[in-house]
């Protein structure tokens, strides 16, 4: 049994390759591969920022510019862009955004028509500390870049806000862009499917597991699988099993927002308190996820110590917090010690 399910685990792998190495080549790319780099990039929104700070609730399209400068080419989108999600419009100085394209545009450019694009933004009135948020939720998606290619692509930006009727003063905050699931799905050549359930058969439990165990590193319990939330669902032909990505870790320890607090009704006091929330009973499958998380530890803590925006103390809080995971998942008939109690 071990054996088989060793040679599962390693077709998870293997098959996370093989969705990327057998897509054509020939396909144009999109406006987010041309977009992604290293480094940060500087870019400029010029919109009706009264219209779209006025109410929480607006859920309205409105017309803006994405403004930016790459390899010394100067680019100027047109594009429409509106609020988006819940919590944080309520809650936040600023909404996320999601940013729509035109797809003509997008093809007399050469790129591929993956018109979407999702724009965290920060929350805080609070510059210094909003810039760390966002810097910390950054890495939360690089690591899981790291550890699976099943995943959502990001780039940081530094973005300056103006308003085109000039009655709000520019602004500029740091952000991340996110890549749209279709585009992620477009990738792994299959396509998003919306359910509330997972029917027999439809959840990869090696995968759920893996997602699981990535969620306790980062500390983070705002996802579920029943009922599902902050997971995207991609289906690949007619395979049964879906591929899940996890994303939105901002209430997740690792970023220690303000506005993030414990999961009392599983069990959590502290929202630093590890918690596991995948299934400890299947040790046969825990076991070889666990060993390769181990096989990404220094790629981890690699990922944080090149951050080069964060002072040496926000990086070692950081990595305090990778140590203490793999002091716990060492001996992985501790995590029972941290599971979730069942709702």
């Known amino acids: 049994m071990k054996k088989t399910v060793l040679f599962l685990c390693s077709l998870f792998v293997v098959?996370?390759?093989l969705a990327f190495s057998s897509t054509t080549t020939s396909e144009p790319p999109s406006l987010m591969v041309k977009i992604l780099q290293d480094d940060p990039l500087p870019i400029t929104i010029k919109t009706d920022l009264e219209l779209?700070?006025?109410d929480g609730r607006n859920d309205d399209w409105q017309t803006a510019r994405l403004q930016y400068e790459k390899n010394g080419t100067a680019y100027d989108w047109k594009m429409d862009l509106r609020p988006r999600g819940k919590f944080r419009r309520r809650t936040c100085e600023f909404p996320p955004l999601k940013l729509e394209f035109s797809k003509k545009a997008l093809g007399k450019a050469g790129l591929a028509k993956q018109d979407d694009l999702k724009l965290i933004t920060h929350c805080l009135a609070d510059s210094l500390l909003t810039s760390q948020l966002i810097f910390r939720e950054y890495l939360a998606?690089?690591?899981y870049n790291e550890a699976s290619l099943q995943s959502l692509r990001v780039q940081l930006v530094k973005v300056r806000y103006e308003d085109i009727e000039d009655r709000v003063e520019p602004l500029e905050r740091w952000g991340i862009l996110l890549e749209d699931i279709d585009e992620l799905a477009a990738r792994l050549q299959g396509e998003e499917v919306d359910i509330f359930s997972f029917l027999p058969g439809q959840l990869d439990t090696i995968q759920h597991t893996f997602i699981a165990v990535f969620q306790m590193m980062i500390g983070n319990t705002d996802w579920s699988i029943d009922p599902i939330r902050n997971l995207k669902m991609i289906q690949q032909g007619d395979r049964n099993s879906l591929i899940l990505v996890p994303y939105d870790f901002d209430f997740s320890a690792w970023v220690d927002a303000p506005y993030a607090s414990p999961r009392n009704d599983l069990g959590q006091q502290k929202l630093k308190t590890p918690l596991f929330q995948g299934i400890t009973a299947s040790s046969n499958i825990l076991h070889p996820v666990l060993k390769l998380f181990r096989s990404k530890r220094k790629a981890f803590f690699k990922v944080v110590d090149d951050f080069e925006l964060m002072t040496k103390a926000e990086k070692s809080?950081?990595?305090?917090?990778?140590?203490?995971?793999?002091?716990i998942t060492a001996a992985p008939q501790e995590l029972l010690i941290y599971q979730a109690t069942p709702l």
């Not at 809080?317 to 002091?327: A, G, P, T, V």
């Open 317 to 327: 809080s950081m990595m305090r917090r990778l140590r203490q995971f793999y002091r």
């Open 52 to 54: 779209l700070l006025q």
């Open 141 to 143: 998606y690089k690591l």
């Open 15 to 17: 098959g996370q390759l």
